[in-house]
């Protein structure tokens, strides 16, 4: 049991390239998320799904598209990196849609120049 | 405006001293749930409690517990005889109906040996 999986763990991007987070949970899990961590602000929300074909916005969207094919995977595209993206990026999963407690990836550091 | 507060950025406390976490949070649904998150150096977040709001029994688990009061919108966490071991970044959170998760900014906690 792998639980939460992410790749890659680090990650140098240029300023207008694109790159797809990957993440994938092997728990059976419906709902999945997507975060950043950035310094003095916590964790944002995303994105997030509750089951395959389902997604929705978080807190900050703006410039990163999901999509949810399978109940396992929920990769994140980042369509054009901007330097306002360099984050960790953590993706969770969750029993009980959006109210049980998450596990959570162990984190994509991403440094957009 | 921050749906969840945590006024202590940091804190440092001397081993087996207590010490308490503050986190106010800011709703208007009736049903939602409480989270506290440990985030390790190594940078993975632990899953610590969940509380829902129709449950302000107080909790305790060893060393840790937790005081929820919905009177003043708290949801403090509370270490007994602190170790090094608790020293970790802290973070509480909020889940409304819609799936929405809210992060505080957390509390860094050094526990000086």
């Known amino acids: 049991n792998a639980g939460v999986t992410q790749t890659p763990k680090f990650q140098v991007l240029k300023t207008g390239q694109s790159m797809t987070l990957q993440c994938a949970q092997d728990m059976n899990h419906e709902y999945m998320s997507w975060y950043r961590q950035d310094p003095g602000m916590g964790l944002r929300l995303i994105h997030y799904?509750?089951?395959?074909?389902?997604?929705d916005q978080g807190e900050v969207p703006n410039g990163y598209n999901v999509s949810r094919s399978t109940t396992e995977d929920f990769p994140l595209r980042l369509l054009s990196a901007a330097p306002s993206q360099t984050s960790v990026y953590f993706c969770?999963?969750?029993?009980?849609?959006?109210?049980?407690?998450?596990?959570f990836g162990p984190g994509t550091r991403l440094t957009v120049l | 405006a921050q749906k969840v507060t945590q006024a202590q950025t940091e804190i440092s406390v001397v081993e087996k001293e207590d010490v308490t976490l503050d986190c106010v949070y800011e709703t208007r649904d009736t049903t939602y749930y409480l989270f506290w998150y440990k985030q390790p150096p190594s940078g993975e977040l632990v899953f610590l409690i969940r509380?829902?709001?129709?449950?302000?029994q107080n909790e305790i688990s060893g060393r840790y517990s937790w005081n929820f009061q919905k009177s003043t919108s708290s949801f403090n966490f509370t270490i007994t005889a602190s170790q090094v071991v608790d020293s970790a970044v802290y973070f509480c959170?909020?889940?409304?109906?819609?799936?929405?998760?809210?992060f505080g900014t957390g509390t860094s906690l050094t526990v000086i040996p």
């Open positions: 509380r829902n709001s129709f449950d302000e």
């Open positions: 799904s509750v089951g395959a074909g389902i997604t």
């Open positions: 969770a999963s969750s029993y009980d849609s959006g109210t049980g407690e998450q596990f």
């Open positions: 959170a909020l889940s409304e109906t819609g799936n929405q998760f809210y």
